[in-house]
């Protein structure tokens, strides 16, 4: 485990220092901040001025060079936008992505799994049927209409819940709900799927041999069998949604998170802050996959996670 | 054609009877007869073999006995016998996996490979035993030792990918073996082993049917299988049982031309023949059966009768030579064995 870990962390500082090397050229490369930042009649002057104090007039190696020395002290510089520490403004967003994303999981991961093993029992019932059809429907749908059209219902018509913005626990149940139907099909499926893998694998056939109860095989034999998959899924799709899967519906919620804070950075051409953001959301997939990794052996003991 | 089964083996106690099984798969192409008029009987300690190539329905009722038959298929006829008793489906749960257990193929894929292998022995027992936790736990470690595993404690603790083939399906017989069964459906027990293996998990089965006293129900394709262990045999060809008799007389004199192709292709380790005879042509799919006799167009005996007409199972003396018909002792579907 130790072993594990240890090369765990080794490849998560390979994959974080490809990543933000990555947004560091790029930014740099397609984009003027300096320009954007100022107004229209500024002077060449002022140009000037203004890329020596945000130190962008030195040689790119020298940037590249004094950016890296300042992220291992994990000193990303100032947000142009908002004059604080870059990686303060992002680690002050994050709480509010990791409540969200973590909701929708729980909701995902409640309405969906039981109901893919339902479906599973039944292949070919109305159930299963409804459910493969339902799911397509949720993967297809685009969240920013899901998200309009719940906000519609809920909050326009019905006027049960707010539109948009953050605040008490009422304020996360659309976007969480948004967030977790377009999941919850894939994981439901995933679930369906594996499910009936298992069902059909022969020791399912031994413990009915052996008189064993309906129930008690289900959820003692095959679900921790069926989990390996689903545990995979569920992490990568919360993964997926801490490190920009949620822009969308940040957005459309107008929610605090760092997905609706990575498109305000790139509004404000603030590659600063978008550096600090690329760094955490990397940290979160590498330390979302890692405890994965940690679950499957915890299920599983022939994976070997060394 | 089953009425009274006690006649024939009235030296035996009749344990557990199946009477006129029949049970049908719905496939893309119609419905399969997977299984007709089966009957079979097993009295307490016997081994009764069950013979047929795949495809046959050798496994099929046994399945049908430990309702394992598949959501496609389903039993349209038969009658179990349980101690002289009939029992309906609600009484054969009970039996099942205590009275009446199960030994599978493939020993490796029997077991849930995420739980520990002492756990699938426990829940046996504590579920028909009513046995508790640790109660359980010490019962378990001696089945181990019964089966021969050695260092039963620590392999308790182990998971199934932790064993080799021959020692899982130890393990497998050690739990069909807990609950303290009367009957023991093996299918094809040794088929997916090792063929060193394969003898000692045979020789492991008959010495504790002597220690025990259980009924062995052993299905194979292999007659190589049953031919020192069985005492009784029933010849499956095409979902039905064509020959019937004790295993020795089946072995010296067999009638139907099927049972004497399936010896004859047969290695036997004694005589030292010259050439296998292979059964010429496949078997039959079970959707277009013809009317006659199933094996009527491999057989090289078949006259007209068999294709029109089917033989039904009738009994004959125990061998050619002799005249003396005990009933029920030895049975043969065919038109030319009398």
Redesign the interface.
Known sequence: MIRFLAWRLLSGVVVMTLVTATVFFVTRMLTDPVRIMLPLSASQEDYDRLEASLGLDQHLVTQFWEFISGAVRLDFGESFWQGVPALEVVIGRLPSTFQLVSASMVVAVVLFVPLGMAASLKPGGWLDRILVSASLFGLSMPQFWLGSMLIFVFSVKLGWLPTSGSGGPEHLVLPAFTLALTSGGRIAQITRSSMLDQLN???V?????????RSYVLF??VL??ALLPIVTLIAYESAFAMAGYAVIVETVFAWPGIGRLAVQAVTQRDIVLLQALVFVAALVVVVVNTIADVIYKM????VNIS | MTEGFDSGQADHQILLSVADLAVDFDTESGIVHAVQDVSWSIGAGETLGVVGESGSGKSVTAAAL???IPITGRVVNGTFIWHGDRVGSAEL??L???KI??V?Q?PM???????HVGRQIT??LV??VNLSRSAARRRAHELLELVGIPDPSRRMRQ?P?EFSGGMAQRV?IA?ALAAQPEVLIADEPTTALDVTIQAQILDLMSELQKELGIAIVLITHDLGVVAGVADHLAVMYAGRVIERGRSADVFANPYHPYTRGLLASTPHPRDVIDRLVPIKGNPPVVTELSPGCAFADRCPEAHDRCRVERPPMSAVPSHPASETVVLRDREVACWNAF
């Open positions: 694998r022969p020791y056939t031994t413990l009915r041999a052996k008189g064993m109860g003692r034999h921790r069998n299920i599983d003991p022939r | 430990m309702d394992l749960a009970r099942r996996g205590s257990t199960m599978f493939d894929n029997a077991l849930n490979p995420l739980v829940e046996v579920k028909h998971y990918f497998v739990m």
